[in-house]
């Protein structure tokens, strides 16, 4: 039993971990799309921008 | 005025010009793109159509870093779109409700598998605590990620009509996040299973044994010699190491979308994942039966990691052989430790 809930534990922890990370480094469309060339503006909070 | 040599000549490049143009359009191969610069040549409606019919895609020219943008129709959506519909319902539907059936019928004929000895009393460690942490780690992830999953390719037909709306988009919303942050634990468990237990699941001729014996299942009594996996969990272990493999490089596709070359491998990269994982959910089945219910003796092997002495010397003889061969040089001529079952 002790295993199994610390095998429950790990894995919510790396999942959360992973969130958390990938939250981090990752940017929104409108960010990670803008160039020099072509501004994609901010989409405001809706299904595509930052809630 | 021009003359007519030179209005001749020029009446010629215009036409050669035409069909070295149209002689690249007509010679791409059958799944090109139509690509037209606004600039250059107008489009023509036509051609737009008969690429459309022929399941060509149609893209433009744009300047922004999504690659995928440019794509302005493709039809073999439609194909992708019907697949969903149609086939992987089907495909999904016969492998697990039909492995259920399987499980079924064979737990009614055949009955749970007994430890034809009965217990003996005494167990012997067949997995220590890291391989079952392992196990776990890999088992209860992908639970989840086959509940979830299953959510977003049946959810809508089958949960929504049961719980309404509200309650099936906040189920979705928070089995979509558990779907895609598991799924690293889950990569994580199958690397680690394949690192320690690789090399005890390599194939053999024992195996062709095995199999041609019935592998200890079918036949009451009869049960061939086997080392520490038999064939049948060689095969559940394959399965799983290069299902989950698949599983997770489609999966890493979609989960970061902007990394294939185009939408239709995106397409081809989820039906492969769906694929695979309705055939992975019901092998998984059958691995969770025999290893619960469908055989006595076989869930402590996961549970407490010690199983009963007679389990193991009826399903893994050689392997029973080798550990107390093992005890025995390791502490001389003293006796392997009798330890009493709970």
Known sequence: MKVFLAALFFAAIVAVGMSVLLNTIQQPSSVAFTTSGARVGDPGNNLIGPS | ?342
Not at chain 2, 154 to 170: D, K, S, V, W
Not at chain 2, 178 to 186: C, D, K, V
Not at chain 2, 217 to 238: D, E, H, T, V
Not at chain 2, 287 to 316: P, Q, R
């Open chain 2, 1 to 342: 005025m021009p003359s007519l040599h030179s209005t001749l000549k020029a009446s010629i490049a215009r036409a050669l010009c035409a069909a070295f143009a149209l002689l690249f359009v007509l010679a791409q191969p059958a799944a090109a793109q139509l690509s037209f610069k606004p600039t250059a040549e107008s489009v023509r409606e036509d051609q737009l159509l008969n690429a459309l019919r022929a399941g060509d895609k149609i893209t433009g020219r744009i300047s922004i870093p999504d690659a995928m943008a440019a794509s302005l129709i493709q039809p073999a959506g439609r194909e992708w779109r019907d697949f969903q519909r149609t086939m992987l319902p089907v495909i999904g539907g016969a492998a697990i409700i039909g492995m259920f059936a399987v499980l079924l019928i064979f737990l009614m004929v055949r009955g749970r598998i007994r430890i034809y000895h009965g217990f003996a009393g005494t167990t012997i460690l067949r997995f220590a605590s890291f391989e079952r942490f392992t196990h776990w780690l890999t088992a209860s992830c992908f639970i989840v990620l086959a509940l979830s999953g299953l959510n977003i390719s049946f959810g809508r037909i089958l949960i929504l009509p049961l719980f309404g709306a509200e309650t099936f988009a906040t189920l979705s919303a928070y089995a979509k996040l558990a779907h895609n942050y598991l799924a690293f634990p889950f990569m994580l468990g199958l690397v680690i299973m394949f690192l320690i237990w690789g090399k005890d699941n390599i194939p053999g001729k024992l195996d062709l044994e095995w199999f041609r014996q019935g592998g200890g299942i079918l036949f009451k009594g009869r049960y061939p010699p086997s080392r520490r996996f038999n064939a049948g969990q060689k095969g559940i272990f394959w399965i799983v190491i290069l299902g989950g493999t698949l599983m997770s490089l489609s999966g890493w596709f979609l989960l970061f979308p902007y990394l294939p070359a185009n939408v239709t491998t995106l397409q081809l990269l989820s039906v492969l994942h769906a694929v695979i994982a309705m055939l992975l959910i019901a092998i998984m089945m059958a691995h969770i039966y025999i290893g619960s219910i469908g055989m006595e003796g076989a869930f402590d092997a996961m549970g407490t990691g010690e199983v009963d002495l007679n389990w193991a010397k009826e399903h893994h003889s050689l392997w029973v052989k080798e550990e107390q061969a093992k005890r025995l040089a390791r502490s001389g001529s003293r006796p392997p430790r009798a330890m009493p079952a709970e």
